[in-house]
């Protein structure tokens, strides 16, 4: 498919050449789907080796909770903030599972010029937003509460 042949859905036909789909970026004057499909293919590439490795430290019988520092923290931090990091790190792993298929999505859609198919990713996107902010909040709350880390965070801006 030529830049300059027009996108055709059932919905309706996306001219590259319509001021109104290229896209805001200020470094680049390229059209909103070549913006979309690059992101799609980095997120794609990254979470595959992600889920590669991840694959491999499980065929060698490495646990997760090795990769997890802060579940194995021993000082003053309580049990609760344990048990929510390491709820947090298996959360991270599914959602890179799932980010990695819906970006695969976002790949097919563009191709088949597929509209609908990108719904899913605008989705998750969403939900994963809310779901890191408020696991960004409970790690906030935890550097607040252990007066070491806090002390420590101090000491490296001054």
Known sequence: MSNREPYKSNDRVIDNEDPQ????????DCHVTSCAKGWSIVNTFCGSIFIILIIISLATKVPLSVLDTESQETNSTSTFFKTISTISFYIEIIEIV???I???LVLYGIHKIIPKVLLPALVVTGVVFIIDIIFDVVEIAKMLTNKEDYMLIILCKS
């Open 102 to 104: 819906t970006s695969a």
């Open 98 to 100: 799932i980010i990695t």
């Open 21 to 28: 789909y290229k896209c805001c970026l200020p470094c680049c």
